[in-house]
C-alpha cells in the first residue's frame, strides 16, 4: 500500500511579514509563523503524511518568487 494521502498543504508569504500554513482552498491559514522555516515545521507537524508546497520569496538559481517548490 502507498502511503496516505492528505490535503495539498502552502507555505504562503503574507502581506503582514509573516508566513501562513494553509489547505487548498481554504479562506483562512491553519497556522502562522515568523519565519517560513517555522511555517514549514508546523505544516509537517499539523500534516505529517504531506510534503507542503512552499512559495518563493526570493530569487535563486533554482526559481524565482511566485513558485513554488516542495519543502
Known amino acids: 500500500m502507498g502511503k496516505k494521502k492528505g490535503p ?3 507555505i504562503e508569504k503574507r ?4 508566513y501562513a500554513v494553509r489547505q487548498e482552498h ?6 502562522t509563523a515568523p519565519t517560513q522555516a517555522k ?20 530569487h535563486t538559481n533554482k526559481g524565482k518568487p511566485d513558485q513554488w517548490r516542495k519543502a
Do not use: L
Not at 481554504?26 to 497556522?31: E, F, I, V
Open 15 to 18: 502581506p503582514e511579514g509573516d
Open 8 to 10: 495539498d498543504i502552502y
Open 26 to 31: 481554504s479562506k483562512r491559514a491553519s497556522a
Open 39 to 58: 511555517a514549514i515545521a508546523k505544516a509537517q507537524k499539523m500534516f505529517p503524511d504531506v510534503r507542503p508546497d512552499v512559495e518563493r520569496v526570493r
